[in-house]
T-cell receptor
Framework: GQNIDQPTEMTATEGAIVQINCTYQTSGFNGLFWYQQHAGEAPTFLSYNVLDGLEEKGRFSSFLSRSKGYSYLLLKELQMKDSASYLC???????????FGAGTRLTVKP | SQTIHQWPATLVQPVGSPLSLECTVEGTSNPNLYWYRQAAGRGLQLLFYSVGIGQISSEVPQNLSASRPQDRQFILSSKKLLLSDSGFYLCACPIQGAYGYTFGSGTRLTVV
């Protein structure tokens, strides 16, 4: 089975940096993904890690440690539009099916 | 690039009524397709996935079923809805040539 844990809610200030953590336990691992989901909308793909280390994409970075079953999403220079839920997901080895955490609701305040 | 169409966007159905949600994919062929459900304030739960026409794998035993009558069509059905079937239903497929999934815009189902 799979367990994917992330904090339920976080609050940060516009212009600041925030780190959203995700820990996972899985029987098969084929990549870790982060998605952004605005209220009432479908998730959109943000980042992907399959090897240990940091992947940077503009204001967003994602880190993975496979031995620790740990990832984080780092958001820099926060903007009000970054207020959303951030979903951590693990892809398994069977048919590339993806399992999601419950999501972290980030509120960015002025 | 592929596009996923889902309809309807919103649906209110009485308990015990049937359900049929349709998902169609454009811009790709023979994709893996997935149905997810997101209950209010919760994460996405994988319900069904399909690797090809007529091939369905169920992840969670429940009163829902899925079918794939055509390569780019994936249907979610129920004969009798329960209150617990309320949620946001999302169809997804892998992003062609890249990582991650593309999601349809979803159907918000409220069972009353």
């Amino acid at each position: 089975g799979q367990n994917i844990d992330q904090p339920t809610e976080m609050t940060a200030t516009e212009g600041a940096i925030v780190q959203i953590n995700c820990t996972y336990q899985t029987s098969g691992f084929n990549g870790l993904f982060w998605y952004q989901q605005h209220a009432g909308e479908a998730p959109t793909f943000l980042s992907y890690n399959v090897l240990d280390g940091l992947e940077e994409k503009g204001r967003f970075s994602s880190f993975l440690s496979r031995s620790k079953g740990y990832s984080y999403l780092l958001l820099k220079e926060l903007q009000m539009k970054d207020s959303a839920s951030y979903l951590c997901a693990v892809r398994g080895l069977r048919n590339n099916d993806m399992r999601f955490g419950a999501g972290t609701r980030l509120t960015v305040k002025p | 690039s592929q596009t996923i169409h889902q309809w309807p966007a919103t649906l209110v159905q009485p308990v015990g009524s049937p359900l049929s949600l349709e998902c169609t994919v454009e811009g790709t062929s023979n994709p893996n397709l997935y149905w997810y459900r997101q209950a209010a304030g919760r994460g996405l739960q994988l319900l069904f996935y399909s690797v090809g026409i007529g091939q369905i794998s169920s992840e969670v035993p429940q009163n829902l079923s899925a079918s794939r009558p055509q390569d780019r069509q994936f249907i979610l059905s129920s004969k009798k809805l329960l209150l617990s079937d309320s949620g946001f239903y999302l169809c997804a497929c892998p992003i062609q040539g890249a990582y991650g999934y593309t999601f349809g815009s979803g159907t918000r189902l409220t069972v009353v």
